[in-house]
């Protein structure tokens, strides 16, 4: 039973009660799973099998492996840095192959059936240099500035993703050919010169060396468009892998956005690495599939009317073709600090449980976000919305269209059938618009009543301090004026 209603002045609840069954239109099962999880492909300190007894020992039933795509840091002297440079790389996806690593995939997925492992990357495009590498304060920005990509199935996908200091591309050969031309012509210049006597050939001998060095350095056959060496380049570097992952069938998430990376900054030798929060990039990028709304730092993204509403409200509007998910984003390299595998969980709404409909649920938004508490998480048994005249209903990452009132019913539990504290706010169109407090097992159900028309959304934020956290993903609802 509810405890202690606190009711909206735009709406009231008018019934809290016991609701039969789950009376969604489809009937989905729940796998528990881990997004953004390394192995000792790179950076994590388990290999992918040992991942999965541990997966399987916590009954989670979905891990989601983005070991890092590339770690690669090159500083090269001007005017010839691909050339005079000092290059540091670690453990990688690209660096091991990334055929060996969708291969051991597999083979994991063949021997046993309890726990499906899908493939990602972790992967950071771009960073930018600032300071004097011959002196104090040479500092790499942006370096911890992450997406994650989930998906895409082919090696080469992963190959020629477009990464700062990835491998040779003709993507990018048009943006390259005009100063390419300039080498090249300079180079015929010096042949020309070099058929001729005394000093003139001299020279021409000169600029011939020069101009094939330049050549060299500063071929038209780049992974990236850009360099580390001119500054900020805003979301631009980062909307080009977002493009390109969805081009090759992959979603995309924002990795960590308001992870603190700058407050001291982190050494690597003589380099300090700082990034700083981006919760903005919700906002400034396109296309992508969703974000890791929780994970092991504060969030502000995720609260009423900020990021995640500015970018769902722009949804309902017409000035986004797609709307964002959130996720629960592990970031797990090992067990330790009290942080386990299942602490940060996504969950998956899916009728069958396999790899395609696992992947349709992430891109279709039929999934949960919950930090799990000590022993148990919070589970969303059932988040619908209801047209009160024609009975016909949506779930997460649904739409639904209503003659009049919408019906919004909901039902909270335990995974250990626990009673525990809980408050629910319910955010409709950027406002949390109801909120109650209530112990587990919770239901409720009331009418929106409010004379709105359009397209809105309606999500949950649950929280409770023995509990965790809890985030639904929206439910689309679309009314015509009366």
Not at 57 to 80: A, C, R, S
Not at 356 to 361: D, F, I
């Amino acid at each position: 039973m509810i405890q202690k209603p606190i009711l909206s002045t735009l709406s009231l609840i008018l019934m809290i009660g016991i609701l039969s069954g789950n009376t969604s239109a489809r009937e989905y099962m729940q796998l528990p799973g881990v997004i953004h999880v390394h192995s000792s492909v790179s950076s994590g300190n388990y290999s992918i099998g040992e991942l999965v007894s541990r997966a399987e020992n916590k009954g989670l039933k979905v891990l989601i492996l983005t070991d890092n795509d590339q770690v690669v840091m090159e500083y090269g002297l001007f005017p010839l840095r691909n050339l005079i440079k000092r290059r540091e790389e670690r453990r990688s996806v690209l660096l091991s192959g990334a055929e060996n690593y969708l291969a051991e995939i597999e083979h994991v997925n063949r021997k046993q059936q309890s726990v499906l492992i899908l493939a990602g990357v972790q992967s950071s495009p771009f960073y930018y240099w600032t300071g004097n590498p011959f002196g104090q304060g040479l500092t790499a920005h942006d370096f911890r500035k992450e997406l994650l990509i989930v998906g895409m199935s082919k090696p080469d996908d992963y190959s020629d993703l477009p990464l700062l200091h990835g491998r040779n591309s003709t993507r990018y050969v048009k943006d390259f050919a005009a100063r390419f031309s300039i080498f090249l012509a300079a180079l015929l210049l010096s042949i020309y010169l070099i058929y001729q006597k005394g000093r003139i050939r001299v020279c021409g001998l000169l600029i011939a060396v020069f101009s094939l060095a330049l050549m060299v350095d500063q071929h038209p056959f780049k992974s990236s468009r850009f360099d580390a060496y001119h500054g900020n380049q805003g979301e631009a570097p980062f909307q080009d892998l977002i493009d390109y992952a969805r081009s090759r069938g992959g979603m995309v998430f924002w990795a960590h956005p308001e992870s603190n990376y700058s407050k001291n900054g982190v050494a690597m030798g003589p380099v300090k690495l700082m990034t700083q929060p981006y919760p903005d990039a919700l906002i400034q990028s396109e296309n992508y599939t969703g974000f890791a709304a929780i994970y092991g730092d504060n969030i502000a993204a995720t609260k009423a009317g900020m990021h995640w509403d500015k970018v769902l409200l722009a949804y309902c509007r017409g000035r986004r073709a797609e709307p964002v998910w959130a996720i629960a984003g592990s970031d797990f390299h090992l067990e330790q600090d009290g942080v386990d595998l299942d602490t940060f969980q996504t969950v998956f709404l899916v009728e069958n449980r396999g790899r395609e409909e696992v992947l349709e649920a992430l891109e279709r938004g039929r999934i949960y976000a919950v930090r799990k508490a000590a022993g148990f998480r919070l589970s969303l048994d059932q988040f619908q919305i209801k047209d009160d005249d024609t009975g016909n209903r949506a779930i997460q990452g649904e739409e639904l269209r209503v003659v009049r009132s919408a019906v919004v019913e909901g039902r909270l539990s335990a995974t250990d059938g626990g009673h525990y504290s809980v408050a629910v706010s319910i955010i409709r169109n950027g406002e949390p618009n109801w909120f109650f407090e209530g112990e587990t097992p919770l239901k409720f159900q009331f009418i929106d009543h409010v004379g709105w028309s359009g397209k809105t959304y309606y999500r949950l934020d649950v929280s409770g301090k023995a509990a965790g956290q809890l985030l639904s993903n929206p439910i689309f609802v679309v009314r015509k004026s009366r």
